[in-house]
């Protein structure tokens, strides 16, 4: 029997040989120990069939990806999953055919999106294979873990501590 899904569930997006497609696993590396034992936070690939098994019964989730929009490289964008579809091709980075979009949008067919699903991208500038995040990814990490924790902290009180690394 497969052990009870979270009630809160943050999951940190990306691939760590890609430059800055490892910003949401970055993040995820980032609120480890911020965030209440209840809270699990989990590095992913982003694979599409796979993401939606992961979130599947948790009713609130976090997810944070890079993304390409446009937008300066390190602008942290917020989307709330649940009342709209994520910006068409801003989340294409997956070196899958289906990635966190489609994954998004196969929960919501499927009647199976979470209560609370929000989404936290990070604008990406490089994603050279084998190279590290670029400057301004890395100085949005931070940040974009600091929203995070403002959020559970409005919706989940209890799942997040008042550490302000």
Do not use: K
Not at 26 to 36: F, K, P, T
Not at 96 to 105: M, N, P, S, V
């Amino acid at each position: 029997m497969a052990p009870p899904a979270p009630d809160c569930l943050v999951i940190g997006i990306g691939n760590p040989g890609r430059g800055d497609d490892d910003a949401g696993r970055a993040v995820a590396r980032w609120l480890r120990g911020q965030v209440a034992p209840d809270c699990r936070i989990v590095e992913h690939d982003g694979e599409a069939a796979s993401l939606f098994a992961t979130f599947e019964g948790a009713a609130t989730v976090c997810l944070i990806d890079a993304c390409v929009s446009g937008a300066p490289a390190g602008t942290v964008r917020r989307f709330d999953a649940v009342t709209a579809p994520l910006p068409q091709g801003a989340f294409g980075l997956s070196t899958h055919r289906l990635g966190l979009a489609e994954a998004i949008e196969l929960a919501r067919a499927l009647g199976q999106l979470p209560d609370r699903c929000v989404v936290y991208a990070i604008e990406g500038l490089s994603f050279r294979p084998g190279a590290q995040l670029s400057p301004p990814v890395t100085a949005a990490v931070p940040l974009a873990g600091r929203q995070v924790l403002a959020e559970l902290l409005r919706i989940l009180p209890r799942h997040a501590t008042t550490s302000t690394r």
